[in-house]
C-alpha cells in the first residue's frame, strides 16, 4: 500500500479545499492517503511517506511563502526514492498551468532533484483572491488524485 500525504498553505480555505477534494480522488484500496496544513506539519512526517503532493496559493505570481520555506527545509532532509505532485489555487485570467505553479514545479525540481514528479501539475481557479472556488474545478482536483494514485500503481 502506497502512504500519501498531501501537505497545502491556505490563506482563505481554497488550497485547502482543494487539498483534501485532490486527496479524496487518491483514496482507495492501494493508498492511504493523510492532509495536513504546512503550519502545523513537521518535515520528518515525508519521510514515512512514499509521495508527497504540495499545494499552494499564488501570492503574487509566486507560491506562498510558507509553502517556499516548507520545499526549503525539506530539501535538509536528502530524499532519495520518493514522489512528488504539484498543485495551486489562483485567480484571474483562465490558465491551463498558473505561473505560480510553474515556479513551485521549478522550486521542487531545485531543491529536491532526488524526487520524482508526479502527474502534470494542475491549477485550480478561484473567484477573486478569496474565493470561491468556481464550478467545475473540484472535480478535477479529484481527478488529479486519480491521476497521481494510477501513476502510485
Do not use: W
Not at 25 to 48: F, H, I, M, P, W
Not at 72 to 86: P, R, T, Y
Not at 122 to 151: M, N, W, Y
Amino acid at each position: 500500500m502506497a502512504k500519501v500525504f498531501v501537505f497545502y498553505d491556505s490563506k482563505y480555505g481554497n488550497t485547502k479545499l482543494a487539498a483534501e477534494k485532490i486527496a479524496e480522488g487518491l483514496r482507495g484500496d492501494d493508498v492511504e492517503v493523510d492532509v495536513g496544513y504546512v503550519k502545523n506539519a513537521s518535515v520528518q512526517n515525508v519521510l514515512d511517506y512514499a509521495a508527497i503532493v504540495l499545494g499552494a496559493p499564488n501570492h503574487m505570481g509566486r507560491p506562498s511563502q510558507t509553502m517556499k520555506k516548507f520545499i526549503a527545509q525539506l530539501s535538509a532532509l536528502n530524499l532519495k526514492d520518493k514522489k512528488v505532485a504539484v498543485f495551486g489555487t489562483y485567480a484571474g485570467k483562465t490558465r491551463p498551468l498558473d505561473r505560480s505553479v510553474k515556479k513551485m514545479v521549478s522550486m521542487v525540481q531545485e531543491k529536491l532533484p532526488n524526487l520524482v514528479l508526479l502527474a502534470s501539475s494542475l491549477s485550480v481557479h478561484v473567484k477573486g483572491v478569496s474565493g470561491p472556488v468556481l464550478d467545475g474545478e473540484l472535480s478535477r482536483c479529484v481527478e488529479f488524485g486519480r491521476l497521481i494514485a494510477t501513476q502510485l500503481g
